[in-house]
Nanobody, 116 residues
Framework: QVQLVESGGGLVQAGGSLRLSCAASGSIFSINAMGWYRQAPGKQRELVAVITYGGTTTYADSVKGRFTISRDNAKSTVYLQMNSLKPEDTAVYYC??????????WGQGTQVTVAS
């Protein structure tokens, strides 16, 4: 089992910045990538960004150039630096840990609200 603990959400004005953190614990040897998804009210959960242990990153087109994902393997922690936030970025952000086999793990989610 892997436990994911997220932090860093909150309320910010449009154009502002937030940094999300997600710390993994437990059977972290089974993880090959970590990342973030988000879900806005009435919408499906969507990929925001993912980073592999080797450092390969993937971003949603809507956040490219504004968000940066990074990780500290020694701390089993992944970060999402979000700049130039827009009201449409408002959502619950979920940390995820992908395993080599089996379903991914999910965090409990953290609310990000961007006021216009």
């Amino acid at each position: 089992q892997v436990q994911l603990v997220e932090s860093g959400g909150g309320l910010v004005q449009a154009g502002g910045s937030l940094r999300l953190s997600c710390a993994a614990s437990g059977s972290i040897f089974s993880i090959n990538a970590m990342g973030w998804y988000r879900q806005a009210p009435g919408k499906q959960r969507e990929l925001v960004a993912v980073i592999t242990y080797g450092g390969t990153t993937t971003y949603a087109d809507s956040v490219k150039g504004r968000f940066t994902i990074s990780r500290d393997n020694a701390k089993s922690t992944v970060y999402l630096q979000m700049n130039s936030l827009k009201p449409e970025d408002t959502a619950v952000y979920y940390c995820t840990a992908r395993r080599f086999t089996g379903n991914p793990y999910w965090g409990q989610g953290t609310q990000v609200t961007v006021a216009s």
